[in-house]
């Protein structure tokens, strides 16, 4: 940023009339995209708006470009030094003069009927507080590679998938109502902001792409581990506000080298243990009440024994119950009655297997939590699967998953992944299954997604455990 440039220019006096919505950019370092955003704003069919230019310490060229429109009817200027997205925002919120609010990122921008038709929506319901739009997907070159097709969200009664948090057009005065925006939080917004407005307002969405959304390296969508580590903190805190307070326990099965020669529990990875890697995290999670590992293998009981004392619950495993024909639930239900003889009941298990060892405490709470603010029977831990996918009908390959521009929300495919699991115990002991039911799913980091199935997984994991042991970050 030139220092010698002052921090504001502000909007005309407050006495002239004010527009009908207030749209913000917000920039760091996105002076190579910033011009055209600014553009389909300008260029917009609704004219009845302002614009909020926030350079947020931008060491780029950015200043230069934002220049060429200091006292250009519309826009304000504000240079700040590097405060992060939601600070930011709430200087908007705090500026802005319209009834309504939209941000847009420095790197996107949108159709030029967009605040037109998001407005009209607006205000011809007034107990709608939000609305937002499908998109377009572009590459860094701005060629448009899907369209992003959202639900139909007048049928949706799962709302565990927010809207974007960019190019969402929102009443002014229930963002207000809400607090604005969590300035503890430095990115994934949208996430935080979703969670508080749904449980007071009413959301829309309208199934035309109004904003073009840009992939490319240095976009913040781009590092899942710091978006996870985020929403994790997001969920934490909404649960900790939350009426619900679940008692949940985590589960363990394992099966032992006697009932199944190839297990690998107690085989050392990063200095330690292989089921170490879980109980650890287990015990990190703060939803989670205790901790309880049922097997029948004595070597593991002593192991789990010397190492964690008291800090595990062991519950003996029928033989007949760790067979490999058999169903888990056995397993669980005759856990969750033993435990419930000398505790409480819990209300929620999560079921954890030994096989992920990178999954963390915070990866368990999100599932924990989701079960609990979502209302779910059961929540799985997932990651989304993008490669073609085929079924083999007898003459040869069916696509499942067509590689095409068009990409709808409700043909999303995942994969379960992290082995995490949470299931309330009512619906359980109703329907003894973990399988069926109204069923959540949190996406996980590639590293806690990966699972030991092969001695390559296993060299993977080596490395990946060094890593972790030297504090590297990932």
């Not at 985020?230 to 099966?255: C, D, G, W, Y």
């Not at 033993?338 to 599932?367: C, N, Q, W």
């Not at 082995?419 to 619906?427: G, H, L, S, T």
């Amino acid at each position: 940023m030139n220092n010698t440039m002052p921090e504001t220019y502000q909007f005309p006096d407050k006495c002239i009339t004010p527009p009908s919505v207030t749209v913000y950019i917000t920039n760091h370092n996105y002076g190579q995209y910033l011009e055209q955003s600014i553009q389909s704003v300008l260029n917009q069919t609704m004219s009845n708006f302002e614009l909020i230019i926030i350079d947020d310490g931008s060491t780029d060229d950015s200043a230069a470009v934002i220049q060429k429109y200091i006292g250009v009817d519309k826009i304000a200027v504000i240079f700040q030094k590097n405060r992060g997205l939601t600070v930011s925002n709430n200087i908007a919120l705090r500026k802005a003069r319209g009834k309504y609010i939209m941000r847009l990122d420095a790197d996107d921008y949108i159709d030029e009927h967009a605040l037109e038709i998001l407005f009209g929506v607006l205000e011809r319901n007034a107990d709608i507080g939000l609305v937002f739009p499908d998109y377009f997907i572009i590459d860094d070159d701005g060629d448009v590679i899907e369209i992003m097709r959202r639900h139909d969200f007048e049928k949706v009664t799962l709302l565990d998938r927010p809207a974007h948090g960019a190019c969402t057009m929102i009443r002014k005065k229930c963002l207000e109502e809400i607090g604005g925006y969590d300035e503890t939080i430095r990115c994934h917004d949208g996430y935080d902001l979703w969670f508080r407005f749904v449980r007071k307002f009413k959301i829309k969405n309208i199934n035309l792409p109004l904003f073009y959304y840009r992939q490319h390296q240095s976009s913040l969508s781009k590092n899942h581990c710091l978006i996870n580590t985020t929403r994790t903190q997001i969920m934490h805190n909404h649960f900790s506000l939350s009426e619900i307070n679940f008692k949940t326990v985590a589960i363990i099965p394992v099966r032992g080298m006697k009932i199944d020669p190839g297990s690998e529990v107690l085989k050392h990875l990063g200095g330690k243990a292989l089921i170490d890697w879980t109980i650890d995290a287990a015990l990190e999670a703060k939803s989670v009440s205790n901790v309880i590992l049922t097997t029948p293998d004595k070597d593991v009981q002593t192991h789990i024994k010397a190492k964690y004392g008291n800090k595990v619950i062991q519950i003996y495993r029928d033989p007949t119950m760790a067979m490999l024909n058999t169903h888990i639930e056995e397993t669980l239900m005759g856990a969750i009655h033993v435990y419930g003889k000398d505790h409480d009941p819990p209300e929620a298990i999560v079921l954890l297997y030994t096989e992920t060892p990178f999954r963390t405490g915070s990866d368990i709470d999100m599932v924990v939590h989701s079960l609990a603010l979502f209302n779910t029977d059961i929540v799985v831990s997932v990651r989304p699967e993008t490669n073609m996918l085929y079924q083999h009908n007898g003459n040869g390959l069916i696509p499942i998953r067509k590689n095409q521009i068009l990409r709808l929300e409700r043909e999303e495919l995942y994969r379960e992944a992290g082995q995490i699991r949470a299931v309330k115990v009512d619906y359980f002991k109703r329907h003894r299954t973990i399988t069926q039911g109204v069923i959540g799913h949190v996406v996980i980091d590639q590293k806690s997604a990966l699972r030991l199935n092969s001695q390559w997984d296993w060299n993977i994991a080596e490395f990946v455990a060094n890593e972790i042991n030297n504090k590297s970050v990932l």
